[in-house]
């Protein structure tokens, strides 16, 4: 068999595969043409004869080898092929759903980082709005606003149009945030990084491409706390939106004609919501020459003063009155200067409490601030006076008259008061008394010199008659008793021993007068202080508390103009 070559052709085949390969030619040759060149290709190889039946069958079974080979690729490819073709049927097992074919539709070569118009010169236009659900904190110290909003954006998307009747008047379809484009609207003036981002809610867009998309965040933006009327303040804070990186030829924003919708609003137990509007500005930022818009959302929210009222107020009028009643208390107690400190250090309490919530800051002055200060300087004033009426109450030991310029004063403070002087008069104290004392000096003097002694007697008694019968007959003993009386020394030590009892009496009682005096002028003192401390913590009161907040601006951050 190598030395007669082995022609394998259609003449040595068996006829039902002959026939076989004349309805296919192509098969045919491809099938025979293997075996066969691989003998050829390699002539040391014995070449099997189909002349006998050894080497026909192995040509059998190589062939019958490639045709199972080429018909299980053939069902495969016939299965794919079929399957493919199912899609479009109305078979149940595979049918997909209206929205299912929209969003392949959709998002077929969808780009979401480009912008959605086809004209590169033509901006998007967003409009925003936002739906105030709640405001949780207004930080004075810090000077932030915490809110949540929802905060609606709606824009036209060029690339997310169909038409209803072919999916079954279809209109809106829900589309993640994430797989469509979003604008870059940020929060200007806002506290937080922005690492959190917004909300990823789904985008309802419409089958002439409008897009809404309602992400709900909590915000906390900057506001500049005005605490010139706190705790009667209202303060007006802004939140202002626009796009970071385009400018306004590119997307553009608007607000809305719905404004601010409150429906859902929750109201907060320490500020009440007066209003809120929006206004469109268009600005030119030193970085760039483009203009860049943004919307700006103005909250002007007013303190609730109830818990102020309650917890500060209050509290400083009670200490106010324990003020008063310390002026009730007698100057000689001291009593006074301890009750006016405790109080004084009561409100310095309230003064530290106070600044605690209080940013650190120079521009204003609180309200409540300015009436603590007020009381405690009228405190302070009153623990002076107290000890300005100790001083002048225990002034009288030293056996010093009042001034004729402060009795004067003092007899008008009572008059004003309503108050009856006992001890303070104009005259000058122990003037007429010394006048009667040297006279009755005098005359005892005189009597006692020219009589025996028994005039004493008469002396101590007051008995004016005894006197006059002295002087009627002061002749007639003169002459028979003169001897006598001349030397009765023990007569005029007698006498000079009670002058001397009748001058301490005398002073003692003069110092008990001045002392009443200066007592009585310490009582009519204190109590005009006491008026006056009246009048000034009621006048402060109702200035700082009542008049001022009524008529405080509401715009005292000035005008909001649109530009």
Not at 316 to 337: A, N, Q, Y
Request: proline fraction near 4%; glycine fraction near 4%; hydrophobic fraction near 40%.
């Amino acid at each position: 068999m190598a030395n007669h070559p082995i022609v394998c052709t259609d003449q040595y085949l068996d006829p039902t595969l002959t026939r076989t390969a004349d309805r296919d030619l192509y098969l045919r040759k491809s099938l025979f043409s293997v075996p066969f060149s691989m003998y050829d290709c390699v002539p040391s190889l014995p070449r099997p004869t189909l002349q006998t039946p050894h080497g026909l069958s192995e040509c059998l079974a190589k062939m019958t080898s490639r045709i199972v080979l080429i018909s299980a690729f053939c069902c495969i490819l016939g299965f794919l092929v079929r399957s493919a073709d199912a899609v479009g049927t109305d078979d149940p097992r595979v049918r997909l759903t209206d929205e299912q074919r929209l969003y392949k539709e959709l998002l077929r070569n969808y780009d979401r980082n480009t912008r959605p118009v086809y004209n590169a010169s033509h901006p998007v236009n967003v409009n925003i709005s936002i739906s105030l659900t709640q405001i949780f904190d207004v930080e004075e110290k810090n000077q932030v606003l915490t809110t949540n909003i929802w905060l609606d954006q709606s824009w036209k998307d060029e690339k997310l149009g169909w038409d209803p009747a072919h999916y079954n008047n279809l209109t809106v379809l829900r589309i993640p945030c994430n797989n469509i484009w979003l604008p870059d609207i940020v929060l200007y003036n806002s506290a937080e990084d922005y690492t959190g981002g917004y909300m990823e809610a789904l985008a309802m867009v419409s089958y002439d491409g409008t897009v809404f998309w309602p992400p709900i965040v909590k915000f906390r933006s900057t506001c500049e706390i005005d605490i010139t009327y706190y705790p009667f303040d209202d303060q007006l804070c802004k939140m202002k939106f626009g796009s970071w990186a385009y400018d306004g030829s590119q997307v553009d924003v608007f607000n809305t004609t719905k404004g601010v919708d409150l429906t859902n609003f929750v109201r907060n137990g320490e500020w009440e919501l007066l209003s809120v509007k929006s206004i469109r500005h268009n600005i030119r930022y030193p970085c760039c020459s483009e203009m860049f818009p943004d919307v700006t959302f103005w909250i002007h929210l007013k303190r609730r003063t109830l818990y102020y009222t309650y917890n500060v107020i209050i509290p400083c009028v009670m200490l106010s009155i324990l003020t008063m009643v310390g002026f009730w208390i007698r100057p000689e107690s001291g009593e006074k200067v301890s009750l006016g400190l405790t109080v004084l250090l009561a409100f310095s309490v309230f003064m530290l409490l106070i600044a605690e919530n209080m940013p650190a800051t120079s521009n204003f002055v609180p309200l409540i601030g300015i009436y603590l200060t007020t009381v405690m300087a009228l405190t302070s004033f009153s623990v002076i006076m107290a000890v300005v009426t100790s001083n002048i109450n225990l002034r009288g030991f030293k056996e010093v008259d009042l001034p004729r310029w402060l009795r004067k004063l003092i007899i008008v403070c009572a008059k004003i008061n309503c108050m009856k002087l006992a001890y303070v008069t104009t005259a000058d104290c122990g003037t007429v008394d010394d006048r009667h004392g040297k006279e009755k000096y005098y005359q005892m003097h005189t009597t006692f010199s020219n009589d025996s002694g028994c005039a004493l007697i008469d002396y101590e008694n007051n008995s004016t008659k005894q006197k006059c019968e002295m002087h009627g007959n002061s002749t007639e003993h003169v002459q028979g008793e003169v001897g006598v009386c001349n030397d009765s020394w023990v007569t005029r030590e007698i006498l000079a021993r009670l002058q001397m009892l009748v001058d301490k009496e005398e002073e003692k009682e003069r110092s008990d007068l001045v002392c009443k005096r200066w007592m009585e002028a310490a009582e009519v003192i204190d109590r005009c202080l006491f008026w006056l401390f009246i009048f000034g913590t009621l006048f402060s009161t109702i200035i700082l508390l009542v008049v001022i907040p009524s008529i405080r601006p509401y715009d005292n951050h000035g005008d909001i103009v649109a530009t």
